[in-house]
C-alpha cells in the first residue's frame, strides 16, 4: 500500500511518486543506501505539499562489495533486483500519468528509469546533470561500480552491452545519442588516469565552467536539443556536480573529489529552468552518503533544494 505525505490523500491520486532506493553501488553498509531514510528525517517528504505519494522504498538484498565473476560488475545481485523492481515501480507511475521522483543510490538508477520511460513514451531523452560523464566501457572499468557506466549501457557503445548480465541486456541500448544532454562534468584528470575516452565528441555536453557562468542559458538549451528527439524526457541529478565547499557528503571517506563545480543556487536554476522547459517525465537524485554526514548538515541541504524545485515538476 502506499503511504500518502499528507493525511486525507487518496491513494493513486498523488501528482508525485517519490521512491526511496536504499542502494549502495560500491556494496557499502549503509553508504549511500541509508540515503532515503536520512532524507525523510531531515524532513523531505513534508516540503512536496500535498499531491506527493510516499512508496515504500525498495527492498534490496545486503549488499556484497565483490565482483560478478561474468560480468565484472560490483554489487551485482543486490544491483540487477534493484533495477528491475525501479523499472517496474517507474513504469508503473509514468504510465498513471504521474511523476516518479526518485530519491537515494547512486546514477545506477538511471538503467531502470530511462527504460521504463522509454518503454512507456516510445523514445526517451535525458537531461543529465553530473560531474561525471559516466560513460565508461565496461571493459575499462577498474572498479565494477555500474554508477560510473550507466551512460555507456544506456547508449550501447561497442563492448559495452554484450557484456552486461541479462536481464539488464535485453533493454539496452535505450538512448540515441541525440537524446540526451550532459551539464556539468569536471571530470578529465580521472578519465585520462583511467584510460577513459570522452563522449563529448558524441553527445551534447556543457562542462561545469561553462554551466556556472549561465545556468539558466545552458539548462534550456540542454532541453530544448533532447526535446528535439524525444518530447518526453527524464532529469537526473548526481550531487557530486556541487563544487565540495558546497557538498562533500558524496563518495568514500578519503576519496580525492572533483575540482571545481556548481553552488547549490547554481543547480537549483539549472534544474528549474529544465524542468520550465517542458517535458520533464521524472527527476532522479543521487550520491548522498549520510555516512559522511554525521550532524545531517548535508541531508537538510539536500531538503532545501527539493523544496525549491518540486514545484516546477510534472508541468
Excluded: K
Excluded at 30 to 39: C, D, K, T, V, Y
Excluded at 40 to 57: I, K
Amino acid at each position: 500500500m502506499r503511504e500518502s505525505a499528507t493525511a486525507g490523500n487518496e491513494e493513486g491520486a498523488g501528482r508525485l511518486d517519490l521512491i526511496g532506493v536504499p542502494f549502495d553501488g560500491m556494496g557499502r553498509a549503509p553508504g549511500q543506501a541509508g540515503a532515503p531514510q536520512a532524507l525523510r528525517a531531515a524532513g523531505l517528504p513534508t516540503v512536496l505539499g500535498p499531491d506527493v505519494v510516499m512508496e515504500p522504498d525498495l527492498v534490496l538484498p545486503a549488499a556484497v562489495a565483490q565482483r560478478a565473476a561474468g560480468s565484472g560488475l560490483l554489487n551485482e545481485r543486490a544491483l540487477l533486483q534493484m533495477i528491475g523492481e525501479l523499472y517496474h515501480r517507474v513504469h508503473v507511475s509514468l504510465s498513471a500519468g504521474r511523476f516518479p521522483f526518485i530519491y537515494g543510490a547512486d546514477c545506477s538508477v538511471l538503467l531502470a528509469a530511462v527504460p521504463a520511460l522509454r518503454d512507456v513514451a516510445g523514445r526517451a531523452g535525458l537531461v543529465f546533470v553530473d560531474g561525471h560523464e559516466d560513460a565508461t566501457p565496461m571493459d575499462l572499468s577498474t572498479s565494477g561500480e555500474a554508477a560510473n557506466m550507466e551512460i555507456a549501457l544506456l547508449l550501447g557503445l561497442t563492448g559495452t552491452g554484450e557484456r552486461a548480465p541479462e536481464p539488464l541486456r535485453g533493454r539496452l541500448p535505450t538512448l540515441a545519442p541525440g537524446a540526451i544532454a550532459m551539464l556539468g562534468p569536471r571530470d578529465d584528470l580521472f578519465r585520462h588516469d583511467a584510460n577513459v575516452p570522452t563522449v563529448a565528441d558524441r553527445v551534447w555536453l556543457r562542462p561545469a565552467g561553462e554551466v556556472s557562468a549561465d545556468p539558466v542559458g545552458h539548462a534550456r538549451a540542454a532541453v530544448g536539443h533532447v526535446v528535439a528527439q524525444a518530447p518526453r524526457w527524464w532529469l537526473h541529478i548526481d550531487l557530486d556536480v556541487l563544487a565540495r565547499s558546497e557538498f562533500a557528503a558524496c563518495g568514500a571517506p578519503g576519496e580525492v573529489m572533483l575540482a571545481g563545480g556548481l553552488t547549490w543556487r547554481q543547480l537549483t536554476q539549472v534544474a528549474t529552468s529544465a524542468m520550465q522547459g517542458g517535458g520533464c517525465s521524472g527527476w532522479s537524485l543521487a550520491i548522498y552518503n549520510p555516512d559522511l554526514d554525521p550532524d545531517r548538515s548535508a541531508a537538510r541541504h539536500i531538503v532545501e533544494f527539493v523544496a525549491r524545485v518540486a514545484p516546477f515538476a510534472g508541468h
